[in-house]
């Protein structure tokens, strides 16, 4: 912030003193908002631009025609919605049914290899995409799995279950056992201590888990590519295709669809996923 001030010259009058620190903070603030709202702001004007060539700084027309021919009832962009949807949905019923139970295991029980157990589920992070889906791409056509939902369900289940199990786990640390101790000693069994004590209180960051894995698997484009495509058309596929076709309106357009619930449910995690979760990760 600028600071302004009054001092006294030595003949005694009165000089108005001003800080000019704040003009380089200004330019670099300036410089890291660019960076960051820049390429939003090309984007945004993409999905609205119908004429936009070199040299021109800014479109030379505007409106919402390739919107139009993206939700055509010819085009590819509902199904890739619907799928990307339902594939996303799937994947964190699937993710949490299995990231529930082995999270309250790694929070509560004394497991031996523990920590190994908790770096095993980052071991689908750690090898390069393409090989691995090349891969399973090659063992999921002969059991009958490429090109299918459920397959591009379990491909995502795969790289969203690091997300779901390590912030289970931190959210069942974060309560205090005792809680289901007072609960079973007034008679409620293990299984109704755990669902009226301990899954209400883990449930802000059971959402903020299934969160992560829905944006995972919405965003996800290696998996779907060789698993999916051409049989399972995803939001991301479509984005890629209008891209490297130069058709830059319709790529700008999903890859709108696919920022907007991200910015939404990022909001929702930064409101449900308390510094008390997120000391307990990896913990």
Avoid: C
Avoid at 185 to 202: E, K, N, W, Y
């Amino acid at each position: 912030m600028a600071r302004a001030g009054i001092a006294a010259t030595p003949a005694g009058r009165p000089v108005l003193s001003l800080d000019l620190w704040w003009i380089p903070r200004g330019m670099v603030l300036g410089l890291i908002a660019f960076v960051i709202f820049g390429p939003l702001a090309n984007l945004v004007l993409w999905t609205v631009a119908e004429r936009w060539y070199f040299p021109h700084a800014l479109p030379l027309d505007y409106g919402f025609s390739y919107w139009g021919r993206v939700f055509a009832a010819r085009g590819n962009a509902m199904d890739s919605l619907a799928n990307s949807l339902i594939v996303a949905g799937l994947t964190v019923v699937v993710a949490l049914a299995l990231a529930i139970p082995a999270g309250y295991a790694l929070a509560r029980l004394r497991l031996p290899f523990r920590a190994a157990i908790l770096i095993a589920f980052l071991i689908p992070q750690a090898f390069p995409n393409l090989t691995v889906y090349v891969n399973v791409a090659r063992l999921f056509y002969q059991l009958g799995l490429n090109g299918t939902i459920p397959g591009v369900v379990l491909v995502h289940v795969t790289h969203g279950l690091v997300y779901a199990v390590w912030i289970a786990t931190a959210a069942f640390s974060a309560i205090d056992a005792e809680l289901e101790e007072a609960a079973r000693s007034i008679g409620a069994g293990a299984l109704r201590a755990f669902l009226d004590v301990t899954l209400p209180l883990a449930a802000p960051g059971l959402l903020a888990s299934a969160i992560f894995v829905f944006l995972e698997s919405l965003d996800e484009f290696t998996g779907s590519y060789f698993v999916g495509a051409p049989d399972v058309n995803m939001l991301p596929l479509l984005l890629y295709t209008a891209g490297a076709g130069g058709n830059y309106q319709v790529a700008s357009i999903t890859a709108l669809l696919l920022l907007i619930p991200s910015i939404g449910f990022m909001l929702v995690v930064e409101r449900f996923l308390k510094s008390d979760v997120l000391s307990k990760v990896g913990r």
